[in-house]
T-cell receptor
Framework: NAGVTQTPKFQVLKTGQSMTLQCAQD?????MSWYRQDPGMGLRLIHY???????DQGEVPNGYNVSRSTTEDFPLRLLSAAPSQTSVYFC?????????????FGSGTQLSVL | DQQVKQNSPSLSVQEGRISILNCDYT??????FLWYKKYPAEGPTFLIS?????DKNEDGRFTVFLNKSAKHLSLHIVPSQPGDSAVYFC?????????????FGKGTLLTVNP
């Protein structure tokens, strides 16, 4: 069972570079989301989507873009990386995002911006 | 302004003893609480949850207690095992809330010593 798959696992960028973090799920979940985890900060929501073609901002959206063209995929784009975006990024999904559903997380992408 | 607080960054216990992880919240609109466990280099996984209509929920060695008047919940692990060593995140959801309204605490690193 693949579940939620994130690529790459590690990435080093220079300030100003762009990149896309990939996230795919094979559980036919409508809800997908991106979190970042920083030391001493817990998990903070960046962007989320409740279905194909629908996205919205979370707590810390600045510097990130998302799109949802298919149910399976929810890529996160950094347009111009900054050192403040050094973090561990987790993609998570659930059936609909409504109600009391548990989230399924990917294994994370560790990003360093120099 | 932290709405979900895990005031102990770390906890160390002996194998076979009880582990008690604490979580406090400030938002009285929260009515559903979850615990996620995270191993190094992996994403968080759902552990146990509790609704505000209950004061206890049990699943095997894991029990979550909720004290609404004190806005406090705790996760008890009995008996603790070395495989329980992980970071534990407390999360809270407001009434009628969806997954994009989840608020996570900063996490507590539990180490269970053999």
């Amino acid at each position: 069972n693949a579940g939620v798959t994130q690529t790459p696992k590690f990435q080093v960028l220079k300030t100003g570079q762009s990149m896309t973090l990939q996230c795919a799920q094979d559980m036919n979940h409508e809800y997908m989301s991106w979190y970042r985890q920083d030391p001493g900060m817990g998990l903070r929501l960046i962007h989320y989507s409740v279905g194909a073609g629908i996205t919205d901002q979370g707590e810390v959206p600045n510097g990130y873009n998302v799109s949802r063209s298919t149910t399976e995929d929810f890529p996160l784009r950094l347009l111009s990386a900054a050192p403040s975006q050094t973090s561990v990024y987790f993609c998570a999904s659930s059936y609909s995002g409504r109600g009391r559903e548990k989230l399924f997380f990917g294994s994370g992408t560790q990003l360093s911006v120099l | 302004d932290q709405q979900v607080k895990q005031n102990s960054p770390s906890l160390s216990v002996q194998e076979g003893r009880i582990s008690i992880l604490n979580c406090d919240y400030t938002n009285s609109m929260f009515d559903y609480f979850l615990w996620y466990k995270k191993y190094p280099a992996e994403g968080p996984t759902f552990l146990i949850s509790i609704s505000s209509i209950k004061d206890k929920n049990e699943d095997g060695r894991f029990t979550v207690f909720l004290n609404k008047s004190a806005k406090h919940l705790s996760l008890h692990i009995v008996p603790s095992q070395p495989g329980d060593s992980a970071v534990y995140f407390c999360a809270a959801s407001p009434s009628g809330g969806s997954n994009y309204k989840l608020t996570f605490g900063k996490g507590t690193l539990l180490t269970v010593n053999p």
